[in-house]
């Protein structure tokens, strides 16, 4: 199975096909340009270059959230938009479970995180051994000191990794928590993860349509919260 995966969830923008558990193609770029002008040009020259076409794609994967609003909403779109076409299935994919894919050669706790403003991470937390993952915890959006009391419990040997990783890595040290910063190319999101995730989703019988395909945002956006505060309902 050949599954196509897309990547828009923050400010970089990628792009992935997988088959059997193995990337055969994959393009990154993360040149300050919008998504909605780079996203499709992107995965068209790395089908190109790999010698596909979506006529060779059995499977859109994307990493659905959490996220940039924005991002997510237009990498969820692309891919419903080329599933439909093609009338092929999906696989939303958790966005830090896709870090976390990244780095799985690590044993040890994976600390998944992303700068979610606020003075807030989005985090996920993984159990990483001989290769395999576990998960934690499911993604959640919380404060830095939260992060520190769960885990200061914690005694394993653990890797920060995602955008927020930097960020969290400082915080962490300082508390006194002992812990190791993944590499650079390991601290922003990238499209293999997501196909990696998805190619085991699929074998268990966890994709959807693209119509009930979702983005998953973990909070309210900016225009939600000022409705609420102002006493109004989200539906009017």
């Not at 995966?5 to 923008?13: G, P, Q």
């Not at 009930?212 to 409705?227: D, I, N």
Request: with cysteine; aromatic share 4%.
């Amino acid at each position: 199975m050949k599954i196509l995966a897309l990547e828009t969830s923050a400010k970089s923008v990628s792009a992935a096909v997988a088959e059997d558990g193995v990337i055969l193609a994959a393009a990154y770029q993360n040149n300050g340009l919008t998504h909605s002008r780079t996203l499709m040009p992107l995965v068209d020259s790395m089908l190109c270059n790999a010698s596909l076409t979506l006529d060779d794609i059995d499977l859109i994967a994307v990493a659905h959230g959490p996220g940039s609003f924005t991002g997510l909403r237009i990498g969820v779109s692309a891919a419903k938009g080329l599933a439909w076409a093609k009338g092929l299935p999906c696989c939303g994919v958790s966005t830090l479970e896709a870090m976390a894919r990244g780095v799985s050669d690590f044993d040890g706790l994976i600390v998944c995180a992303m700068d979610a403003r606020r003075q807030q991470i989005y985090h996920a937390l993984f159990r990483s051994e001989n290769g395999q993952l576990t998960r934690l915890c499911d993604d959640c959006a919380i404060g830095l000191e939260e992060l520190v009391d769960h885990l200061r419990r914690l005694p394993q040997p653990k890797l920060v990794v995602g955008d927020g990783a930097q960020l969290c890595y400082d915080h962490l040290t300082a508390a006194g928590i002992s812990c190791r910063l993944a590499s650079p190319d390991h601290r922003f999101q990238n499209a293999a993860g997501a196909a990696l995730a998805a190619a085991d989703m699929a074998r268990t019988g966890h994709t959807c349509t693209a119509q009930e395909l979702q983005p998953v945002y973990l909070r309210l956006s900016q225009a939600e919260r000022e409705r609420l505060a102002k006493g109004l309902s989200l539906t009017e």
